[in-house]
Structures are given as C-alpha cells and as structure tokens.
Nanobody, 115 residues
C-alpha cells in the first residue's frame, strides 16, 4: 500500500501561480509513475502531467508551457508548478502513483482560479 498526501492548493487570480506537492509513504519502492490529475465539476478526471520511473514526462496539451512537473525519487515526492493560471484550471487536483498497473490516489486539493 502507498499513501499520498497533497498540499499547496488554494485560491489565486488569473495569471498567478501555485505549487502543488505530493508526498508518498508506504511501499514507495514499488512506485513506477507519479503524476497529477484534475477533475472539474461535472467533468471527468483528466491527466495534467505525469513523470515516469525513468524520468520521462507527459503533459496534457492544456498544461504544456505553463505547468512543470518534477519528482524527487529519494524523497518520494512529486511537485507541480503551475504558472499563468486560467479560470479553466479550476478543479480538484489529485496526486497519483502507479503501482503494478493500478493508480493510487491522494485525497485531492482544490485549486480555484478567479477571473
């Protein structure tokens, strides 16, 4: 089992920045990918960014050029730096860890971007 705890959400004006952090504990040696997803009201959960065990990164088109994901393999943390935020970025952001083909999820952190 692995536990994921997110922090760093909040309210920000459009054009502003936020930094989300996620710390994993438990059976962390089994983690392959780590990443961030988000879910806006009435919408499906979607990928924001993901970093693989081998340092590869995947970004949603909406995140490219504005968001940066980074991972500290020694500390078992993953961070999402979000710049130039837009109202459409408003959502609950979830940290995810891929273990053995299954995603494990954090409790989520709210990000609200006001116009």
């Amino acid at each position: 089992q692995v536990q994921l705890v997110e922090s760093g959400g909040g309210l920000v004006q459009a054009g502003g920045s936020l930094r989300l952090s996620c710390a994993a504990s438990g059976i962390t040696f089994s983690i392959n990918d780590m990443g961030w997803y988000r879910q806006a009201p009435g919408k499906q959960r979607e990928l924001v960014a993901r970093v693989t065990r081998n340092f590869g990164t995947i970004y949603a088109d909406s995140a490219k050029g504005r968001f940066t994901i980074s991972r500290d393999y020694a500390k078992n943390t993953v961070t999402l730096q979000m710049n130039s935020l837009k109202p459409e970025d408003t959502a609950v952001y979830y940290c995810a860890a891929l273990i053995g083909g299954s995603d494990y999820w954090g409790q989520g952190t709210q990000v609200t971007v006001s116009s």
